[in-house]
């Protein structure tokens, strides 16, 4: 088997050379997703995850904008549109600098799987550009955003390819870019979500991903008679998905004691309270500052530079970027009695990392399976757009229990071991995986 693995990805190296962060997303699933094809004839046959890693679709273009200066500014702008066979395609738009074709198409390979856990009728996709926002004054991301889906329109809308947020793309960025497709199209219609309440979006969406990893972990608790009164957790990230994973486990009684950005982690021994995360979330959302200032504040240390890996936790939640928690970060974490480890990020752990949590036989969830309420509440956006028709608060946050209880159960399913262990990342692959491949089979070679 290792063999016909090997020969896979050698294949899927030569077609996207250079490729390091969507090669390592397509190395983590066929590892697990091949030993089962191999066992189901016609899912090899008709060659289906030959299929899955070649995009249906890459959109590439200029997005050229003007400054406060008054001088021209260029980015590139992208969208990939993976895959699109139980539903239209769907995912975030990224802007950052670090942002590049390798990088967004690894995006939606796991979009992909994670869509198809959610159980809604959801495609594959992602996109976003190397633009930056910080530092910049919200007109010069309004020119951005207009300039960007200038270009962008001809290939969305609410029945084609639905984008939302994702890293540098919150509320202000989806209010620009809604503003521009809705003055260029002349209709109001559910192109996007994670809009603002007043103009279609859901209650729950801001705080969806967030919490939804929280009640993933949750469920991994129980397993064991466990739960989250108590635990010390380790928190990196202080955006979107950072600020509602503290939220959710300072209610279930959890000690939240790090958050972080790019420029360093701040550890809090005494743990972030609600008010501390008020003040976080004004600082991160309406100042636009850095984390560094919290701990001048609350006086409690800041690790320029680092992450917050070395300091002694019960659970881990990598909420910021891919490949911010390696080896020697997991076995830390393993060393100092960390017995699960969430990601509310997409692909933060290094496969060494991942290696090492396994070997040590504590909680792994990848992030398809346990960062998915975001993207759930985002269909669930989509069907109120639909409807014309808004759900209470109560009616989004059960749903998206719900939801990840059912993906907690599909990973269960497929990812339980002889030994009783659970391999989170095999169940959420293969679960992923199944309702697309069959899907793909019934709509022919297309
Ligand atoms: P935000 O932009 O709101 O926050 C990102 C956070 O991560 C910031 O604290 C940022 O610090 C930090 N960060 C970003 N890039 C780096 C880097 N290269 N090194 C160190 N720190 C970094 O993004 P989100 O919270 O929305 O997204 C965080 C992660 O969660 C991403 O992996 C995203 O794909 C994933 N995700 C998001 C979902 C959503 O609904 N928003 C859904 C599912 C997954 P700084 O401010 O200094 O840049």
């Known amino acids: 088997m290792q063999e016909i693995i090997s020969q896979f990805i050698e294949k899927v190296k030569c077609r996207n050379a250079g490729e390091n962060e969507f090669l390592q997303a397509v190395t983590e699933v066929a590892e697990s997703i091949l030993p089962y094809i191999h066992e189901v004839p016609q899912y090899k046959n008709a060659r289906i995850l030959e299929r899955i890693v070649e995009p249906e679709r890459v ?13 021209v500014e260029v980015n590139r702008g ?89 890293i540098g793309v919150g509320k202000r960025e989806i209010g620009y870019l809604f503003g521009q497709y809705k003055r260029i199209r002349g209709e109001f219609s559910g192109v996007l979500t994670g809009k603002g309440y007043e103009w279609g979006g859901s209650l729950i969406r801001p705080e969806a991903t967030g919490y ?40 279930k009684g959890a000690v939240v004691v790090t958050m972080s950005d790019s420029e360093g982690f701040i550890h809090d ?20 500052g850095r984390i560094k200032e919290y701990a001048k504040k609350y006086n409690c240390d800041f690790y320029p530079g680092e992450r917050p890996w070395k300091i002694k936790c019960d659970i881990a939640l990598p909420n910021a970027t891919q490949n911010e928690l390696n080896g020697d970060d997991a076995m830390q974490l393993v060393k100092n009695g960390c017995i699960c480890v969430a990601e509310g990020a997409n692909m933060p752990c290094t496969p060494e990392a991942v290696s090492v949590f396994h070997k040590a036989k504590i909680f792994y969830a990848p992030g398809k399976a346990a960062n998915a309420g975001g993207v759930a509440v985002s269909g669930l ?52 995986f199944v309702k697309i491949a069959d899907s793909m089979l019934a709509q022919g070679v297309v």
């Not at 600098?97 to 198809?116: I, M």
């Open 78 to 166: 992208f969208r990939v549109q993976m895959n699109s066979s139980i539903g239209p395609y769907k995912g975030g738009l990224r802007f950052h600098p670090s942002v590049n074709l390798s990088v967004l198409k690894f995006l939606a390979f796991e979009q992909v799987f994670k869509n198809s856990l959610t159980g809604l009728p959801m495609g594959g996709g992602k996109g976003g550009s190397d633009f930056d926002p910080k530092g910049k004054s919200d007109n010069e991301v309004m020119k951005f955003c207009q300039s960007f889906m200038t270009e962008l329109y001809r290939h969305v809308g609410a029945d084609i390819d639905i984008p939302a947020g994702d």
């Open 269 to 288: 021994a005494d743990g972030i309270d609600e008010h501390k995360l008020a003040y976080i979330k004004h600082l991160k959302d309406t100042e636009r």
């Open 59 to 71: 959109i590439i273009f200029r997005v050229p904008w003007l400054n406060d200066k008054g001088e």
């Open 381 to 432: 956006e989509m069907s109120q757009n639909s409807q014309r028709y808004a759900w209470t608060r109560e009616e989004v946050d059960n749903k998206l229990r719900g939801i990840m209880r059912d993906i907690h159960k599909i990973c269960l399913k497929h990812g339980k071991e002889k030994d009783g262990y659970v391999n989170y990342e095999k169940g959420a692959n293969i679960g992923g």
């Open 212 to 251: 939804g990893l929280v009640y993933f972990v949750e469920e991994i608790l129980k397993l064991t008679g466990d739960s989250l009164v108590g635990k010390k957790i380790a928190i990196s990230g202080s955006g979107n998905v950072a600020q509602f994973a503290v939220e959710k486990c300072i209610e």
